[in-house]
């Protein structure tokens, strides 16, 4: 069983630490070993398991610059095509 550091298992998914620190959160992303209050290692197998292992394919929401876009446009291309617009 191989410890390692937060950095090098942020290094393992190739992430940012802010990155990595919100990965924690998530159901399949191993436990961390506490070894003390302030010494934190992770096993590194169980890492690399689960960087495998990640779910693929999630459905991302639309970023909402992006909706609101969409959203203007349909009350530009509405209104020109003489239907009402929508407020």
């Known amino acids: 069983m191989l410890l390692t550091t937060a950095q ?6 190739g992430v940012s630490e802010r990155k990595f620190q919100q990965l924690r959160g998530q159901p399949w992303m191993p436990s961390p070993v506490v070894l ?13 398991q689960a960087a495998v292992n990640i779910p693929r394919n999630q459905p991302l929401p639309e970023p909402m610059q992006l909706l609101r876009g969409k ?6 291309v509405g209104a020109a095509a003489g239907q009402p617009s929508v407020t």
């Open 71 to 76: 959203v203007e446009r349909l009350k530009r």
């Open 8 to 13: 090098a298992a942020r290094e393992v998914f």
């Open 36 to 48: 003390g209050p302030r010494l934190v290692r992770w096993v590194r197998g169980e890492l690399e």
